[in-house]
């Protein structure tokens, strides 16, 4: 093209000068963000395998029609199983494939809660019956819990499913308009069989929600069965977005099923009609949940340091102002509101990453636990998933529209992948649990850790959290103190629960730094950023700790005075350290987020490909605009 500088030619690095300033062992860091070396291998392999495959672009997902959005995300559900089987790729591979494919479909669903609810609620029998089947996708599962009138209060489902000693079956029923089963993901269109979640009825006694499954679909011609009407919910958010899931609708009308197809583990119903609770706690039926919950809190780390990885790179190219004698404008990251704004999330982003990684701990823990039925850390487990994923996520989605903001007009183009991804990312601060109903099964569990133990919540911190724990009491004490009902309390008692989940963030985060990390300069980065997240977020509710005396206005200054510093000691290493999370150009889907920073040609490149400039006269110039413009107004034919 006629008049392109050298800096916009391609396969330059016009980002070089900024990797040459990074002052530690990126490979290492790489390492670190991926968790080991061999889950790197794994990341960095199938990343670029998905990369490199025509058969996986989605770069023209925003010019599709519903109907061509969702056959194009089956098609590629399809091909990506062939590639898994083709290759004989692992679990763990084939997971990574369907991450980067980076498409909602169906089979998020299917491996990520259908299996997972079998595999923790099923009985031996049971599982050796379905997994098989679901493993090699003979079947095609969904969750089917929520309802239209009730999603929050698993306890108000109104599904039925009764017991019939005659035939040994349950009648699984909508009884009513809000019964309907209402958003499940793949329901709508794809899934042969459900895991649905209704109040169990035996002999006229109810025993609360149980777990059944149900097919739902013929698997000769996939018609839905008798007594099944499945259909799509409708369009979403967004564009493109979710609506390439089909979350759906479904009414039972007096299906019959096995009873064998009750899930069995938590509590069994015997041919005779008998009912039996074994002895562990109902909540198991929950189990699920829980461990999707885990996953969501890894998978906030992959969606924030997504956009993070966009304007960083983007704030790096973009120069606004600051010429000097007709010099170079001055970078956008360089200006310290850019940075105060930007390194936060930086910061947030590997904090999540290793809050993540604890978690996956706790839920591998609890669940080796209660194969010994040993109960004793389950209420725990759920207060800190629970309050960890409502935390992450809230962040997250507030740190992608950040991120768009952080680019400016060019960050609100589809082409820049901020938009798409805050539009896919946002409903997680809904699904697997409203974040407020969430915070509110944390604060639960605070009052009553409080009420056990008196004012100290746990002494198991590291030091450089004191001020952390005390302001976690100290708004526990203002609350429990007063004479007034949880529910009266509810907000204040939410703002206690968050601090407590920012403590372990903290703490979690402090603890990782006490571990052998190898690597020229990789501790020191990540003690910079585990600063920058502590001070971030002192600063952020100061108000909180200046009322606990813990910290004095004078210290509140300091931690200011240091946040300033810290952000200039990321600077150089900004890029290098979003480098770290090896993202492909095709996972991050962003022009401004390209590898090489080569914006400009890329972006006007892109803008010629919009269908709308197919005709350089736009259709409907001669009807409605041509009139207007000769003043010859006619009735437009609608
Ligand atoms: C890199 C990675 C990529 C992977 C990629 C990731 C992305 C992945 C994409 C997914 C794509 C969309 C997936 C969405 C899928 C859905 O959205 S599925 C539907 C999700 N629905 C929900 O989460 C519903 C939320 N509601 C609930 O969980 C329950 O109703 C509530 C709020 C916990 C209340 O339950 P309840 O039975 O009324 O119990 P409640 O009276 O509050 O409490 C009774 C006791 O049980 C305890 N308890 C309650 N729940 C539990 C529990 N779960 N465990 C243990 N104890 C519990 C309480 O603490 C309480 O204990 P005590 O105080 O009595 O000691
Ligand atoms: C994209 C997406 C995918 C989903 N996928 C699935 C799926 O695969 N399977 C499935 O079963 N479900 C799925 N869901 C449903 C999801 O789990 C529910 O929407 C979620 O649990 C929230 O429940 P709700 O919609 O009833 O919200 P509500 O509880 O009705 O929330 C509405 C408002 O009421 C407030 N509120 C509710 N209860 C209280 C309380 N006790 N105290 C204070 N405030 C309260 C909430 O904080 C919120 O502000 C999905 C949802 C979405 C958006």
């Keep these: 093209m006629e008049g392109v500088g050298e800096e916009e030619m391609e396969g330059v690095d016009?980002?070089?000068?900024?990797?040459?300033?990074?002052?530690?062992?990126?490979?290492?860091?790489?390492i670190?963000?991926?968790?080991?070396?061999?889950?790197?291998?794994?990341?960095?392999?199938?990343?670029?395998?998905v990369a490199s495959d025509p058969g996986f672009r989605k770069d023209n997902r925003s010019t599709l029609s519903r109907k061509e959005l969702f056959k194009n995300t089956l098609r590629k559900a399809a091909y990506a199983w062939k590639t898994i089987v083709d290759l004989r790729l692992s679990e763990e591979e084939a997971a990574k494939l369907r991450f980067y494919v980076d498409e909602p479909a169906f089979t998020d669903l299917h491996w990520g809660m259908f299996i997972p609810a079998i595999k923790g609620q099923g009985t031996e029998e049971q599982q050796q019956k379905?997994?098989?089947?679901?493993?090699?996708?003979?079947?095609?599962?969904?969750?089917?819990?929520?309802?239209?009138?009730?999603?929050?209060?698993?306890?108000?489902?109104?599904?039925?499913?009764?017991?019939?000693?005659?035939?040994?079956?349950?009648?699984?029923?909508?009884?009513?308009?809000?019964?309907?089963?209402?958003?499940?993901?793949?329901?709508?269109?794809?899934?042969?069989?459900?895991?649905?979640?209704?109040?169990?009825?035996?002999?006229?006694?109810?025993?609360?929600?149980?777990?059944?499954?149900?097919q739902l679909r013929s698997l000769e011609d996939h018609s839905p069965l008798l007594g099944i009407t499945v259909g799509d919910i409708g369009m979403k958010f967004g564009n493109g977005a979710y609506n390439t899931m089909d979350n759906g609708v479904l009414q039972f009308d007096h299906v019959r099923i096995p009873r064998n197809q009750m899930l069995m583990r938590v509590s069994q119903v015997t041919c005779e009609g008998k009912y039996k609770q074994s002895d562990v706690p109902r909540q198991l039926v929950y189990g699920t949940m829980v461990y999707v919950r885990q996953t969501i809190v890894a998978d906030a780390s992959c969606a924030l340091s997504r956009a993070v990885c966009i304007a960083t790179r983007y704030s790096a190219v973009r120069r606004q102002f600051g010429s000097q004698n007709g010099g170079p404008e001055t970078q956008v990251i360089d200006y310290k509101t850019q940075q105060s704004r930007l390194f936060p999330l930086l910061a947030s982003a590997y904090a999540f990453r290793f809050i993540g990684e604890w978690l996956k701990w706790?839920?591998?823990?609890?669940?080796?636990?209660?194969?010994?039925?040993?109960?004793?850390?389950?209420?725990?487990?759920?207060?800190?998933?629970?309050?960890?994923?409502?935390?992450?996520?809230?962040?997250?989605?507030?740190?992608?529209?950040?991120?768009?903001?952080?680019?400016?007009?060019?960050?609100?183009?589809?082409?820049?992948?901020?938009?798409?991804l805050f539009a896919v990312y946002v409903p997680a601060c809904t699904y697997e649990g409203d974040n407020t109903v969430l915070l509110l099964q944390v604060a639960r569990f605070l009052m009553k850790t409080v009420?056990?133990?008196?004012?100290?919540?746990?002494?198991?911190?590291?030091?450089?959290?004191?001020?952390?724990?005390?302001?976690?009491?100290?708004?526990?004490?203002?609350?429990?103190?007063?004479?007034?009902?949880?529910?009266?309390?509810?907000?204040?008692?939410?703002?206690?629960?968050?601090?407590?989940c920012q403590l372990i963030v903290v703490s979690k985060f402090?603890?990782?730094?006490?571990?052998?990390?190898?690597?020229?300069?990789?501790?020191?980065?990540?003690?910079?950023?585990?600063?920058?997240?502590?001070l971030f977020l002192l600063h952020k509710h100061q108000g909180d700790f200046l009322s606990t005396g813990c910290i004095t206005p004078k210290h509140a200054a300091l931690a200011n005075d240091e946040l300033r510093s810290l952000y200039s000691q990321v600077r150089p290493n900004a890029?290098?350290?979003?480098d770290a999370f090896n993202y492909t150009d095709h996972y991050l889907?962003?022009?401004?987020?390209?590898?090489?920073?080569?914006?400009?040609?890329?972006?006007?490149?892109?803008?010629?490909?919009?269908?709308?400039?197919?005709?350089?006269?736009?259709?409907?110039?001669?009807?409605?605009?041509?009139?207007l413009l000769k003043q010859e107004i006619r009735t437009a034919r609608l």
């Design 575 to 578: 890029i290098a350290l979003v």
């Design 130 to 214: 379905w997994l098989p089947l679901a493993y090699k996708m003979q079947i095609i599962g969904c969750y089917a819990q929520t309802e239209l009138g009730h999603g929050s209060n698993v306890q108000g489902l109104e599904t039925t499913a009764t017991f019939d000693s005659q035939t040994d079956e349950f009648i699984i029923h909508s009884p009513t308009l809000t019964s309907s089963k209402w958003w499940p993901g793949g329901l709508g269109k794809v899934a042969t069989h459900a895991i649905a979640y209704a109040r169990l009825i035996v002999g006229g006694r109810e025993h609360g929600v149980h777990g059944f499954i149900v």
């Design 362 to 420: 706790l839920y591998a823990d609890v669940t080796q636990r209660l194969q010994a039925n040993d109960f004793s850390t389950l209420p725990e487990a759920h207060a800190c998933t629970a309050g960890l994923k409502s935390l992450t996520t809230t962040a997250t989605a507030d740190g992608i529209e950040e991120c768009r903001k952080l680019c400016g007009g060019h960050g609100y183009l589809c082409s820049s992948g901020l938009p798409e």
């Design 510 to 534: 402090i603890e990782k730094l006490q571990q052998e990390i190898p690597g020229k300069g990789v501790k020191q980065q990540l003690e910079v950023l585990c600063n920058i997240y502590a």
């Design 451 to 500: 009420s056990q133990l008196g004012s100290r919540l746990s002494s198991k911190k590291p030091v450089g959290t004191i001020a952390y724990m005390t302001r976690v009491e100290h708004l526990m004490q203002c609350r429990c103190g007063v004479q007034r009902g949880f529910a009266e309390l509810s907000a204040d008692l939410v703002e206690a629960a968050v601090a407590h």
């Design 14 to 30: 016009h980002l070089a000068h900024e990797r040459n300033k990074s002052e530690f062992d990126v490979d290492a860091m790489k």
């Design 589 to 627: 889907g962003s022009i401004l987020g390209c590898y090489d920073g080569n914006v400009y040609p890329k972006l006007y490149e892109a803008a010629w490909k919009d269908p709308l400039n197919e005709s350089v006269v736009p259709d409907g110039y001669h009807l409605y605009i041509r009139p």
């Design 32 to 49: 670190v963000w991926a968790g080991s070396p061999h889950a790197f291998d794994v990341s960095d392999r199938i990343s670029k395998l």
